[in-house]
């Protein structure tokens, strides 16, 4: 159970919410594991089936605190709002936003941002913990580089420019993503990105991820009242969840790339987790799905510090983290999102 952004997570997939007076209680079996007052709360997010009170739905719908329930994998499955008040306001404001070539521009410069700094983070950090088996002025060469279009970026406000930029920072840093896999060489290679289907074992894993990450970042945004289809940096296209891909970006690198780097080097995944079709394709077999998931689950449980927040809180949390900060700063409350910058 962890209270962030005057919204209320709680984790425990078999704890049941209840309502006492002006408090929410959370328990399980007979066990009280918390109490909340429920007048400062804008939201509640549960991670489990056992579910919550009659009583506690009614208060929430009255009082405009949306509770929402996940799966305990953190798949989206229902939002309790009553009358819509703010949500319709919000979403209003995205959309308007989402209309505004120059607004668009600006949330999608700090996506952008977010990416590339933790994409140079990443390549600094290998320099610095392996300079014994990476070309480390190859490594320092494209930090640097970074750091000139992480400038550029920054004073850009024009949608296709930013486009490009980052564009040519993921053909430097997929350059690189080879190099930073130092285990199990002779089965895992990466020469670039494919997708639909995917080439190789590398592919299948990071598609995989992303997808995961897409899921995760959507049922955040769905939680906090944003439409998860209409985007910034991605623009409309049916049954694409826009907005959820524009906020991944700062995440895939920090998040799902390192993900699959670990599993390769703790050589956690193997080459007998992969079968590959007579088309190409290269799958996951049902065991290595097994392996990759619960490897996932426990990525999601591990304790970081939030780099704006300053909060301590699990990384499955960060997409949340997010969400709040973007629909506070298109109420208002904040002049600028802040982007997830990991130190």
């Not at 605190?65 to 996940?70: D, E, G, Q």
């Not at 320099?127 to 070309?135: A, E, F, L, Q, S």
């Not at 623009?235 to 599993?263: H, K, N, Q, T």
């Not at 065991?287 to 990384?315: A, D, N, T």
Request: proline share 3%; hydrophobic share 40%; charged share 25%.
């Amino acid at each position: 159970m962890k209270k962030m952004l005057n919204t209320l997570f709680v984790n425990q997939s078999d704890a049941y919410l209840a309502l006492d007076g002006g408090n929410i209680v959370v328990k399980k079996e007979d066990e009280i594991l918390g109490r909340v007052p429920l007048h400062n709360l804008e939201g509640i997010v549960t991670f489990g089936y056992t579910g919550a009170s009659p009583a506690l739905m009614g208060y929430c719908a009255e009082n405009n605190v949306p509770l929402t329930f996940m799966t305990k994998n953190g798949r989206f499955l229902a939002r309790v709002i009553g009358e819509s008040k703010g949500n319709v306001v919000l979403r209003k404001t995205q959309y308007r936003h989402s209309d505004c070539e120059i607004q668009s521009s600006r949330l999608a410069r700090n996506f952008i941002l977010g990416k590339v700094y933790n994409q140079k983070w990443m390549l600094e950090r290998t320099t610095r913990d392996y300079p014994m088996r990476i070309d480390v002025a190859r490594f320092k060469e494209t930090s640097q580089y970074f750091s000139r279009k992480l400038i550029e970026i920054q004073e850009c406000e024009d949608l296709e420019r930013l486009r490009g930029l980052e564009g040519k920072v993921a053909v430097h840093y997929n350059q690189l993503f080879d190099d930073m896999i130092l285990q199990q060489k002779e089965d895992f290679m990466f020469k670039g990105r494919s997708r639909r289907p995917p080439l190789d074992r590398v592919n299948a894993m990071l598609s995989f991820a992303y997808s995961l990450l897409a899921r995760d970042t959507g049922a955040a945004l769905e939680a906090v009242g944003l439409d998860a289809y209409v985007g910034f940096l991605h623009r409309e296209r049916p049954g694409r969840i826009s907005l959820a891909l524009d906020l991944m970006e700062e995440l895939r690198g920090i998040y799902a790339d390192r993900f699959v780097l670990s599993l390769i080097n703790m050589k956690v995944i193997q080459a007998k987790h992969f079968i590959q079709k007579e088309n190409g394709a290269v799958l996951m077999t049902e065991e290595g799905r097994k392996v990759f998931l619960s490897s996932w689950q426990k990525k999601k449980q591990e304790m970081i510090q939030h780099p704006y927040l300053k909060e301590k809180m699990m990384w499955g949390l960060v997409p949340y983290a997010q969400a709040l900060l973007l629909a506070r700063h298109l109420r208002g409350d904040l002049e600028e999102y802040p982007t997830f910058l990991y130190k």
